[in-house]
Structures are given as structure tokens and as C-alpha cells.
């Protein structure tokens, strides 16, 4: 006996049967419809079921739509997802409950009813209307939602979660790449329940834009002169802007987060994101300045258990703007339940676990970087970078520097005079 096919449900949950498998307007609806109240235009779809992508784009009726043919081992078949745009390509090989694409908005792609997608499944390969072609709501009996797994599945977030945590505002291959230091930092931040990993994502989600925009979009001019911010120098303003998923703003923000990070051995000076605010913006450090202002700037852990978003909303944005759609993430968050918690299995090691190799490196060899300043030093009398002052017993010369005016003077091939002459 063959293994039941894993299949999902062609949109999320939300979303109902707004026209079946059944007659319809003096002819015969060869599919289902799936819509939802206020609106289902820009909302993703999903692969019902494992398979190939054999068509993706124009298509008469539809606009536009996509096929995937379906092998026996993943339970055979073809399915349709017409009045929609494709987030894949013909050839791609996709997984059953993966995000293809979304509802097109333009009601002018499908005779000028609402958005909405079309759903088909056919026995073998495509078809034209007749026999092989199949009520979809028998087929989809028993289907999951998307981002639901069994439980015996769950094994922790993983990108896919992540993309359905942030509302796949971004390609799954983006949200595989932040996926380390996405859970990193919740590790980092203690959000190791469910309520506080949807807050994260909830606040975090909202000030990013499902992890979209890593730096404020404004200027930053609007923040010139704000002492309260720190910012006392000209410039500060566009300079620190907000940076990171959660928007590190000011000159003292910046300069906290540095101290906080270099105590921690995460960075290389105590004003490293003053000296280097973009820092904050980027991949590798992002998700540091979430951590110390989710643990050190606010108790935001607290509300997360109490499930204030109220009091989490004022928290991060001083007020309640974007409340509703803070509100819809938490809910939409809660909803995945285990599945959204980090997988420590898979973590790049802790800040305390950096620091204790450090440490243990450090007392075994002495401080970290310590011979390579000595060798600097002996070759060029400076310990730092950059720094070349010589040695006074040689002139103020480098080793080097002495060693080649020696070589010259002797006429030895080869050897030239340092830049400066042959005194």
C-alpha cells in the first residue's frame, strides 16, 4: 500500500471555498475558488502537493498561472493555480506547502470578479474538462494548513516558518540566509516560548517589514539636533538613522549597543557601530542591535509572557502606530505554535559560548591577537596597524628599513635604499 500523499491547502487559513466544483452561471466550474473577507489580492499561495513546475505565466482565462506535475511517490497527479502570479520558474521542483506565488490583485485578469485563486486538480497530466479532471475538495481532504506540521515534524524553526512568521514579504532563499542569526538572536534574547518568539516576530516583523528593510527608509535628517537621541554633533542625524530590523536610533543607541556587543567580545572596539553605524544594518551584525534592546534597553520578555502587545507596541515605537498589523503578526505567530521555536541544534554558538572559547584561548596563549602585535612591534616599533614609528638604535628605521639600507651600502645585489635615502 502506497503511503498517503502529504498535501496542503492551496492558501492559508483565513481563506474559504467561495466557488466549488459544480455548476455555475449556465455551464460547469471544473475547479474550486478560494477567497477571503476584505480582500485576497497580494496573499501567497502554496504547492498542494510535491512536484515539478511545468508551466509558469501567461495562460488564457487565467492571466496568468501555474502548473505542477505531480510523481507517483508524492501522490501523482497535476494540479492548477490560475488568476496569479508566479513566484517560480518551469523546471523548478518544489515542496509540497511551499509558497509559488501570490493572488494577482488586477480583477481585470479574470473577467472582473474579486481576486481570488483558481484551484484544479487533474488525475494524470492536464486535460480538458471530463472525467480526469477532479473535484479538488475530495482530493484535498485530511490537507494541512500552511506552516502546519505534525508534531513528531517539529523540530524548530527553519526557514520556511520563518517566512510564514514574517508573512513572506521576502524570497524563501533570502529568509534561509538570515535564518542563522535569526535564531541566533532569539537564543541571544532568551525567546525560547512561543509567546515571546511571536512577540519578537511581531514587533520585529512590523519594523522591518517581514525583515524587508534592515536600515529606516527616511534619511535620518528628521533626527538632526535631537539631544535626546544624542545627537549633538552636525550630521548625527543621517548618520544614525535607524539601523537594524528594529531601527537603532542616535547617536547613544548606537553607542550603547557597541559597549553592550564589545563587552561580549562581538566586536572589535566599544564604539564600533558609532565608528560604523551601517554595521548595524547589515546581515552580520543586524540582528545584535534586536538583542541588546529586546534584553538590555527594554524588558521586552515580560510582556511577551503577559501577551501585552499594548504595552510591547509602546515599547518599541513609543506610542501604538501599526498596532493592527503588530496585532494580526502576534496572532498570526501564536498560530504556528512550536514550530516557530529556535532550533538550537542548529545555532552558531552563543555570545557567552564565544566568549568562554575566547576567554579559554586567551588564558591558554595570551590575549587574542597579542603575538601578532609583538611580531609588529619588533618588525616596525608599533604594535598597531598602520602605526611604523622604527626603532630609535636604528634610526628611527623599521627592522626592515635598516636591513635594506645595510644591503645597499654593501653593494649586495638586490638590495635597494629604503624610500627616504641612505642616511
Known sequence: MSPTPRRYMPVERGFSLTSGFEPRWGTFHWGNDYGRDGGSGGFPIFAAQAGIVTAAGPASGFGKWITLDHPTEAGGGLTVYGHIIPEVRA????????????????????GGVAPHLHFEVDRYVWSPPGPDRLDPTPWLDGARWPGDRPKEEVTGMDANVLARAMGNSLPLERYAQLLPAFTAALIAADCTTVNRVAMFCAQVGHESGG???????????????????????????????????????????????????????????STYFVDNPGELAGDEYGFLGVVWYWTVARNMNALADAGDINGATRAVNGGLNGLADRTDRWNQCLALGDALLPNQEDTPMSAAEVKQVQDFVA??????????????????????????????????????????????KLGIDGFTAPQGGTR
Open 91 to 110: 523546471g523548478d521542483r518544489v515542496e509540497a506547502g511551499q509558497r509559488i506565488g501570490h493572488i494577482n490583485p488586477d480583477q481585470n485578469t479574470n
Open 211 to 269: 525583515l524587508r528593510w534592515m536600515e529606516e527608509i527616511a534619511d535620518g535628517s528628521a533626527y538632526e539636533g535631537r539631544t535626546d537621541l544624542g545627537n549633538t554633533a552636525p550630521g548625527d542625524g543621517r548618520r544614525y538613522k535607524g539601523h537594524g530590523p528594529i531601527q537603532i536610533t542616535g547617536r547613544y543607541n548606537h553607542t550603547k549597543v557597541s559597549e553592550w556587543a564589545h563587552g561580549r567580545g562581538l566586536v572589535p572596539t
Open 363 to 408: 588564558g591558554f596563549c595570551g590575549p587574542i591577537g597579542q603575538d601578532t602585535k609583538d611580531i609588529r612591534q619588533q618588525l616596525t616599533g608599533g604594535r598597531d596597524g598602520g602605526e611604523y614609528p622604527g626603532w630609535p638604535q636604528l634610526g628611527g628605521r623599521t627592522v626592515v628599513d635598516a636591513l635594506a639600507l645595510i644591503g645597499a
